[in-house]
């Protein structure tokens, strides 16, 4: 059964720094990746989709790479300002047609 | 410039209550979804429909309904609620799911619904 960890759950840095958020999968057998932001009370945002024959996907400020053969998949976010506070979580399609399994997300914030 | 709409935002139902959680999507997206958040659990594939007329279960099935006569509308039915239904709604869609894969998801803003 594929499982998606999120590590760290919480980060807290000053704005202005790169920072790397890691998404780890137990099912190499992937499509695809996405990225997703989630801000307080609100629905989730797609930052980026990244599928299993690329290896980067980059928006504006953001960067995500994706290493099947290890599970993982980082999203880089370089310059980091306030707005940037958000819980981001990664998911992957769990096998059957339709689900998309998440991981559990984690919570960053950007100090001024 | 809608895409995703859910209504209502909020609900209190009391238990045994029914009640209709709807979505609406403006893109012509064959795939639609529903997700529950719940704090520790993260997000749970309730029931996903691959076009008009085809639906399906996820995870967690049990106490919901839904159907889908149109491309546009997902409407999710909780024939009677019970407190372990309370919960963040989400409302999910893509252009073209394809074997093992959604596409891109489009979340809609949720509905926060609470059963006392």
């Known amino acids: 059964k594929q499982e998606v960890t999120q590590i760290p759950a919480a980060l807290s840095v000053p704005e202005g720094e790169n920072l790397v958020l890691n998404c780890s999968f137990t099912?190499?057998?992937?499509?695809?990746l996405q990225w997703f932001r989630q801000d307080p009370g609100k629905g989730l945002t797609s930052l980026l989709l990244?599928?299993?024959?690329?290896r980067e996907q980059t928006s504006g400020r953001l960067n995500a790479s994706l290493d099947k053969s290890s599970g993982r998949s980082t999203l880089y976010i370089a310059a980091s300002q306030p707005g940037d506070s958000a819980t981001y979580l990664c998911?992957?399609?769990?096998?059957?047609?339709?689900?998309?399994?998440f991981g559990k997300g984690t919570k960053l914030s950007v100090k001024p | 410039n809608a895409g995703v709409t859910q209504t209502p935002k909020f609900q209190v139902l009391k238990t045994g209550q029914s009640m209709t959680l709807q979505c609406a999507q403006d893109?012509?997206?064959?795939?639609m979804s529903w997700y529950r958040q719940d704090p520790g659990m993260g997000l749970r594939l309730i029931h996903y429909?691959?076009?008009?007329?085809?639906?399906d279960q996820g995870e967690v099935p049990n106490g919901y309904n839904v159907s889908r006569s149109t491309t546009e509308d997902f409407p999710l039915r909780l024939l009677s609620a019970a407190p372990s239904q309370t919960s963040v709604y989400f409302c999910?869609?893509?252009?073209?799911?394809?074997?093992?894969?959604?596409?891109?998801?489009?979340f809609g803003e949720g509905s926060r619904l609470t059963v006392l």
């Open positions: 999910a869609s893509s252009y073209s799911p394809y074997r093992g894969s959604t596409g891109e998801l489009f």
């Open positions: 099912d190499s057998a992937i499509y695809n």
């Open positions: 990244i599928q299993s024959s690329q």
């Open positions: 998911a992957v399609p769990g096998g059957s047609q339709g689900n998309l399994i």
């Open positions: 893109m012509n997206h064959e795939y």
């Open positions: 429909s691959v076009g008009a007329g085809i639906t």
